[in-house]
C-alpha cells in the first residue's frame, strides 16, 4: 500500500512564499518584452494592430497585478512591523501600569494603616463609612471613652510629622 505523503503545511507556505515573487518578476520581464513587441508593431497594419493591443490589455491587468503583489507586499510588511512595534510597546505600557497599580496600593495600604494606628493609639476609634452621601473623607472618629473623656480632638505634632515623613517616603 503507497501513501502519498503530503508535504508539511509550512513547507508549502515558505515554498509559496518563495515561487510569489519569482513568478512576478517573469511576469514583469513578459510584460516588458510584450512592450518591446508592440514598439515594433507600429508599422502593422490596422487588423494585426487592433489584435495585438487586444492582448496588450490583458497582459496589462495581469503585469499590474503582479507589480501589485511586489509593492503591496512591501508596504504591506512594513505596516505589520509597525504595527507590531505598536503592540509591543502597549503591552510593556500595560505590564508597567499594572506594576504601578500594585506599587501604588500597597504604598496606599501602608499609609492607611499608620494612620489608623495613629489614632488607635491615641484613643480614637475609626470607621470606614458605608454611606456615599457623606461630606467627610470617609472616616468617622468618635471617643473611646463616655461623654467626659478627654480624647484629644487633634493628634500630636510628632504623630504628625511621623506621618508626614511616612508619606514623603511613599510618595516621593
Given at each position: 500500500?503507497?501513501?502519498?505523503?503530503?508535504?508539511?503545511?509550512?513547507?508549502?507556505?515558505?515554498?509559496?512564499?518563495?515561487?510569489?515573487?519569482?513568478?512576478?518578476?517573469?511576469?514583469?520581464?513578459?510584460?516588458?518584452?510584450?512592450?518591446?513587441?508592440?514598439?515594433?508593431?507600429?508599422?502593422?497594419?490596422e487588423i494585426e494592430w487592433t489584435r495585438?493591443?487586444?492582448?496588450?490589455?490583458?497582459?496589462?491587468?495581469?503585469?499590474?497585478?503582479?507589480?501589485?503583489?511586489f509593492f503591496g507586499s512591501e508596504i504591506q510588511r512594513k505596516r505589520v512591523e509597525k504595527a507590531e512595534?505598536?503592540?509591543?510597546?502597549?503591552?510593556?505600557?500595560?505590564?508597567?501600569a499594572a506594576q504601578d497599580v500594585v506599587r501604588e496600593e500597597s504604598r496606599g495600604k501602608a499609609l492607611a494603616e499608620a494612620i489608623r494606628a495613629k489614632a488607635a493609639a491615641r484613643g480614637i476609634k475609626t470607621e470606614m463609612s458605608r454611606d456615599p452621601e457623606r461630606k467627610e473623607a470617609g472616616v468617622r472618629l468618635e471617643s473611646l471613652g463616655g461623654a467626659d473623656s478627654a480624647a484629644p480632638d487633634a493628634m500630636s505634632q510628632a504623630d504628625l510629622v511621623e506621618l508626614a515623613e511616612l508619606v514623603n517616603?511613599?510618595?516621593p
Open positions: 500500500m503507497t501513501t502519498n505523503p503530503k508535504p508539511p503545511k509550512q513547507d508549502r507556505s515558505s515554498l509559496r512564499e518563495l515561487l510569489a515573487p519569482i513568478v512576478a518578476l517573469l511576469i514583469l520581464l513578459a510584460f516588458v518584452a510584450f512592450i518591446i513587441y508592440m514598439l515594433w508593431l507600429t508599422a502593422a497594419e495585438a493591443v487586444y492582448l496588450f490589455s490583458g497582459a496589462e491587468a495581469v503585469a499590474f497585478a503582479a507589480a501589485g503583489f512595534e505598536r503592540a509591543e510597546d502597549s503591552e510593556e505600557r500595560a505590564v508597567q517616603r511613599l510618595y
